[in-house]
């Protein structure tokens, strides 16, 4: 039983990153429409950026400030040089984009950080959580607490507030947004800073709990993509698919093998997708 | 292109191609390597430039494929040609599996199952015991036939009869029949669907076809190599692949070979750029994607057909110009019948011995709405529509903005689905078949907002009307020669329907290069060219001036005159009163009135709502 409980909330603490980045595919898609591939790279770069400033000497907290500053810097530079300028592409070619994109920062980190994986010293330090049979490091529950806070504060931001509702018009229809006098533009911009800023962070907090090396932004935009589906593409549902992901893969890791983890990630799309029209039925069913 | 630059490129190519042959073995041995990646490139031009499929998991196919035949070697005595046959077909059987599930979908969803399905392959390959787990398969042998080791020229020689082939097969291809249904396919499914094509069928053909070249290649490399291993099915070989397609130029053939040079060839002749790569490739591919997206060989193709444009009818008729009237500009008055529009007439409806045949003539209705209703959520955009179509009527739809008419067209073509109704082809309910087959029982359309495919020429973008009138599949397609005779039929067809338009002068443009209203008229054609029983236009006249107008008002005519039925549906009172046998009224998705152009005009209730805002 114990041995599941720590199964279940080391799947949980990977879930709360696949839930940030997911989170952050969530935003972005919601003002440009894209999912963007190049989300999990600014966690990485976030990851990369705290293991340098804290290896100079930087306290964690204060190293959280330029990683989540990257992500967001990052995230304004590929709107404005990249998607902006396609905005009239097709969607395979604004995908290719992204994942073209991803690949750059991929080159640029093997230039600057090399191949090999690294890691950094936690923000939350002291004795693990005993609650039951279950220890948790306070560094996971802090990541955990992250996706809570980051989640809810997005909530407030996008579904709440005036400019999330603005967000969503650019999204449906920008030529009709922009002759309701929204400032289309700005929300791109703002969408895609918030998804950047959120990576930048989460990377950062992720960092002393699972390495970092240049080759996981990829795999990472894969899996808090199929979270983000899973949770229905919503703010909250981002959270919820990610926690649900993480905690899948962990059982597999565990129960069939550390290879199929990747595997796991794969069906799950797959039975969303082929599902889905069912759910939508359901949804349609019930009226909701 | 003359033929004598002709001759002259396909000489430098060959002297390119055979330049290895001589250099040191290291040369040879990166080229065969080079070569076999390019192959698995064209699978993937086929799949992503030609079918409009982004693939994010190609190397899936790639590695089905090497590990066919590196497996085969190592557990059978088979001569490699039979193993590299068993490469294409497993590939082709995973693409079915993987196309399937993912083809159901649409937009990122089919990319990123790709992705998905390339993952869970190479989990297996690095995770199962008789794939050899992380160090993979070593000791290929290069035993094609059966007799013994072949030679690293020969096999080169052999990859390169193999990427050549592939190169010819996609830009055949891209001139025939499916190739053309590709191309609509890309621009607007919708499309696709009402000139007649099995848009999933299509669609999953090609990706099974691209994927088994792909795996074509994989065997080749595993050869080449004389050993596989998981890296060549990562996600970065996928991406990879796709970096030469884009690099190399889309849907041109010669781009995956291009492309396949600067992505692996000068990396791996200049070692010392190993950490430089990634960068590189992503910025080049960012560089391509925002400034040149027709890559390098699409680039230099452009240029040439420019150039051939300018050369061929001076740099004053290659710009599109103002519109020249063809035919001497007529009067209203003008009326079917006259001589010179029925010869035109006859010469777009010959049957030029084919498939094409008159439509029958009969009083039952053709097409026989009852109960029509659409609602999209709670918004109800048609309700309680009954319309019959008479054959050889004309039968106009009209109605203020929103009233839902271009939604009474969609469901008919099958575009969309009712909520509620039956539509009924002579007799026949065909409520619930898909838009391909309607538009082969006999019914065409043309689009609101005009939808023409801008890579192919006016010419081509008619014969796409022939589509379910011919036959030619995606393999005799890519082997122009089996195709002839029915292209040779469809091409004097669109000859004389362009003839009939007045638009024969701008048969080789495209259509971004010819004014707005002749792109009216060009999708008019398309729909004579499927030789419909039915015509469904939906605002023909939109930005046609007068005399343009008019030209259409006895095109029209011509049309009925040949027993055919037009649902018009149009903005212009004057033509539609002018034209119409029958007017159907409707207001808010709901129909106030159906009678003759005099009755409808009279009505107290249509000019309240209708015209009498307009007039």
């Known amino acids: 039983m114990s041995d599941l409980l720590t199964v279940a909330w080391a799947g949980l603490t990977v879930g709360a990153s696949y839930a940030l980045v997911a ?21 990485v770069l976030g990851g990369f950026t705290t293991a340098t400033l804290t290896a100079a000497g930087w306290p964690v907290a204060l190293a959280l400030v330029p990683a989540a500053a990257l992500g967001g810097a990052l995230a304004a530079v590929q709107e404005w040089a990249l998607l902006r300028r396609l905005r009239d592409a097709t969607g395979p070619i604004l995908l290719l984009t992204t994942v073209a994109l991803a690949v750059t920062f991929q080159g640029a980190e093997v230039l600057l950080w090399g191949r090999d994986p690294r890691t950094g010293p936690v923000l939350v330090s002291g004795d693990p959580v005993v609650l039951g049979g279950l220890r948790m490091s306070r560094q996971s529950l802090a990541l955990v607490a992250l996706a809570v806070v980051l989640t809810l504060v997005a909530h407030a931001v996008i ?25 289309v533009y700005r929300l791109r911009l703002l969408g895609l800073v918030l998804a950047g800023t959120i990576g930048g962070l989460a990377g950062a907090v992720a960092l002393p709990l699972f390495l970092v090396d240049f080759s996981r932004g990829l795999a990472l935009s894969l899996k808090g993509f199929v979270a983000a589906v899973l949770g229905g593409s919503s703010v909250g549902g981002a959270l919820a698919g990610g926690l649900a992901l993480g905690v899948i893969e962990a059982l597999t890791v565990r129960y069939v093998s550390d290879l199929f983890s990747d595997v796991a990630t794969s069906l799950v799309l797959i039975a969303v997708v082929l599902a889905g029209p069912y759910v939508g039925r359901v949804r349609a069913m019930v009226g909701a | 292109m003359s033929a004598r630059h002709r001759w002259a490129a396909a000489i430098a190519l060959a002297a390119v ?35 409009g499929m982004l693939s994010l998991g190609h190397a899936a196919f790639f590695g089905i494929g090497a590990y066919t035949v590196a497996i085969g070697s190592r557990e059978t005595e088979l001569p490699g040609v039979v193993l ?40 297996v390959i690095k995770g199962v015991d008789w794939t050899g787990g992380p160090s993979g398969v070593g000791g290929v042998d290069r035993n094609l036939l059966g007799t013994g080791e072949l030679t690293v020229a020969s096999m080169y020689v052999i990859a390169v009869a193999a990427v050549l082939g592939g190169i010819g097969f996609v830009r055949s291809l891209r001139r025939s029949r499916q190739g053309r249904a590709l191309a609509a396919l890309r621009v607007n499914p919708a499309l696709a669907a009402a000139v007649g094509v099995d848009v999933l069928r299509l669609k999953l053909g090609t990706f099974v076809l691209g994927c088994a070249f792909t795996g074509l290649g994989g065997g080749l490399f595993a050869q080449s190599l004389a050993y596989v291993s998981p890296e060549f099915v990562g996600l970065t070989q996928s991406i990879q692949f796709l970096v030469m397609v884009v690099i190399g130029g889309m849907a041109t053939g010669w781009g995956a070979l291009a492309g396949a040079v600067v992505v692996r060839g000068i990396p791996e002749a200049v070692q010392s750029l190993r950490d430089w790569q990634l960068l590189a490739l992503g910025l080049l591919t960012l560089v391509v994607l925002v400034r040149f997206r027709l890559g390098v060989v699409g680039t230099v193709e452009a240029w040439v057909r420019r150039r051939a444009a300018s050369v061929s009818a001076g740099p004053t008729a290659a710009r599109p110009g103002p519109a020249v009237p063809t035919t001497p500009a007529v009067g209203s008055d003008e009326v079917a019948g006259d001589g010179s529009g029925a010869a035109a007439a006859d010469a777009g409806a010959a049957p030029a011995d084919g498939p094409w045949e008159r439509p029958a003539a009969g009083s039952a209705p053709l097409l026989d709405v009852s109960g029509l209703e659409r609602r999209f959520g709670g918004v109800t955009a048609l309700s309680g529509v009954d319309l019959q179509v008479t054959p050889g009527q004309i039968h106009a739809l009209i109605g203020p903005n929103g009233a839902g008419k271009t939604t009474f067209i969609n469901l008919v073509t099958g575009v969309d689905r009712p909520t509620a109704g039956r539509i009924r082809w002579r007799d026949r309910d065909i409520t619930r078949e898909p838009p391909h087959r309607r538009a082969r029982l006999g019914m065409a359309r043309t689009f609101q907002l005009v939808a023409l495919c801008p890579e192919l020429t006016v010419a081509e973008n008619l014969a796409l009307g022939a589509y379910h009138r011919t036959r030619t599949g995606v393999l005799r397609g890519g082997t122009r020669l089996l195709a002839r005779g029915e292209e040779r039929a469809v091409h004097e067809r669109v000859l004389g329907v362009l003839d009939r338009l007045g638009l024969a002068h701008l048969a080789d443009r495209r259509p971004d290069e010819i004014p707005v209203g002749q792109r009216r008229l ?5 729909a004579l060219m499927a030789d419909a029983e039915l015509l469904l236009l939906d605002e023909p006249a939109a930005g046609l ?71």
């Open chain 2, 545 to 615: 001036n007068e005399t343009e107008t008019n030209e259409l008002a006895r095109l029209l005519r011509d049309i009925r005159a040949e027993g055919r039925s037009i649902l018009l549906v149009e903005h212009d009172m004057r033509l539609v009163m002018d034209i119409s046998d029958v007017v159907t009224v409707l207001d808010f998705g709901v129909p106030l009135r159906t009678g003759t152009p005099d009755e409808v005009a009279r009505d107290e209730q249509v000019v309240a709502a209708y015209l009498g805002v307009e007039a």
């Open chain 2, 84 to 123: 590299l046959a068993g490469a294409c077909l497993l590939a082709a059987v995973g693409a079915l599996v993987v196309g399937l599930v993912a083809l159901r979908t649409t937009g990122y969803y089919f990319s990123l199952l790709t992705l998905a399905a390339a993952l869970i392959v190479a989990s």
């Open chain 2, 17 to 51: 191609l055979a330049w290895p042959l001589q250099a040191s073995s290291f040369w040879l041995g990166l080229s065969l390597t080079v070569t076999t990646y390019a192959i698995a490139a064209v699978g993937l031009d086929l799949v992503y430039g030609y079918g």
């Open chain 1, 23 to 43: 989170l952050g595919i969530v935003i972005a898609q919601r003002v440009t429409r894209v999912v963007n591939l190049a989300q999990g790279e600014f966690s």
């Open chain 1, 159 to 183: 579904d709440r507030s005036a400019t999330g509702k603005a967000m969503s018009a650019v999204a449906e229809d920008p030529d009709a947004a922009r002759m309701t006098g929204i400032d």
């Open chain 2, 522 to 526: 060009v999708e008019v054609g398309r």
